[in-house]
């Protein structure tokens, strides 16, 4: 009786810890699970995204409406991103910076991020309005154009991409961590004043639209999107995406929609052999 009332308290403090043990290795299996949706999937130092600095030095884009070249404001976002990608643990990332001019170096930046056999292809771009829809105002002593109707992102794909589908899903990605952020897009695309500029809205929640010809986006072969992260003929926008808090937000949305695909891009394996069988029924239909 006297041992009982010693040897009680130790037998459950023994149980208590087969328990904790065997429950710590469930956890550990469970994350190990072939197809389960875990980011340990994303291979991260392996996953390469190539960030592609729109224009160059010399053809640098739009001006913004305080007289500031697009290219620097790509670049600097750019840099940004690819900083923030690495620290995140995406250490492959490539910063691709072109000098060459449109055309050939459009077909160049493609080239470059397929024989790097990147896994994804973010352009990086600030956007503008067409002439026609610019007004005047002095800046700095100078004549300077703006407009301050269109503020916010845009999100371009290509049905022309071989991976459709994939630069479908990371636009999507981003466009909701560009919004959870608190950043809209911008509807004028869809505009008939855009003339031969208008685009097709994909995914109006997101704001994702077609842009097949654009040269980098269906020359890639990987998913790929091109980001026009804001407007900077708009004066109020300028001053926000000239600011680092700005491209902080920017760079952490991309950094967050890249891990969400990488992790989706990790999980097919579990769907692969279903596709084929699929294909076969339709096929066989009547
Ligand atoms: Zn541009």
Not at 166 to 193: I, K, M, N, V
């Amino acid at each position: 009786m006297f041992a009982w009332r010693r040897a009680g308290p130790m037998l459950f403090a023994l149980l208590f810890v087969v328990l904790l043990v065997a429950d710590r290795s469930a956890a550990r299996a469970e994350e190990q699970a072939p197809g389960a949706a875990n980011p340990d999937l994303c291979q991260r130092a392996k996953f390469r995204v190539v960030v592609d600095v729109g224009h160059t030095v010399d053809v640098p884009g739009a001006m913004s409406a305080r007289g500031i070249p697009e290219y620097a404001f790509n670049l600097q976002l750019a840099q940004q991103v690819k900083q923030a990608l690495a620290d995140a643990g995406f250490g492959d990332t490539v910063l691709l910076i072109t000098a060459t001019a449109p055309w050939r170096g459009l077909f160049e930046r493609a080239a470059r991020a397929n024989a790097m056999h990147a896994d994804l292809f973010i352009a990086i771009h600030h956007d503008s309005v067409p002439d026609n829809l610019l007004q005047t105002w002095q800046y700095g002593g100078q004549d300077q154009h703006y407009n301050d109707d269109y503020p916010g992102y845009a999100i371009f794909v290509s049905n022309d991409n071989p991976h459709r589908a994939g630069s479908l899903l990371f636009g999507r990605f981003l466009g909701q961590e560009l919004q959870s952020r608190g950043l809209q897009y911008t509807p004028h695309y869809t505009l008939a004043l855009m003339g031969h500029r208008r685009r097709e809205l994909l995914d109006a929640k997101a704001g994702v639209y077609r842009y097949d010809q654009l040269i980098v986006l269906r020359e890639t072969h990987m998913p790929a999107v091109l980001l026009e992260a804001g407007s900077i003929v708009n004066r109020q926008e300028e001053l926000q995406l000239a600011s680092a808090e700005r491209r902080t937000l920017t760079s952490a949305a991309i950094v967050a929609a890249v891990e969400n695909f990488c992790t989706a891009r990790a999980k097919p394996a579990e769907a692969k052999g279903a596709a084929p069988l699929r294909h076969g029924t339709l096929d066989s239909r009547p």
